[in-house]
């Protein structure tokens, strides 16, 4: 089985790489390499408007990272969550 690295907005395991620009099929997040560290920035980029801590906020509430992107998303598949 291929390795899957947890996506730092949803937190499911479905990037290839961290930080090379995958998009998370969970919650559509673009992962740019944005983390903990600073999540309450916006960046601008391929998130836009939106801080790590807005788009995790957003999954939790409605499932996606935005309100947009509620027709991109899928639910995680069992092998995709977290432990």
Do not use: K
């Amino acid at each position: 089985m291929t390795e899957r690295f947890r996506c730092p907005c949803c937190g499911c395991l479905t990037l290839s790489e961290r930080c090379g620009w995958d998009i998370c099929e969970v919650c559509y997040w673009e992962d740019d390499g944005q983390d903990d560290h600073n999540a309450d920035a916006v960046l601008g980029g391929p998130n836009g408007w939106l801080s790590l801590t807005q788009a995790r906020a957003n999954y939790r509430a409605f499932g996606a990272c935005e309100m947009a992107m509620l027709v991109n998303v899928r639910p995680p598949h069992p092998d995709e969550l977290p432990e």
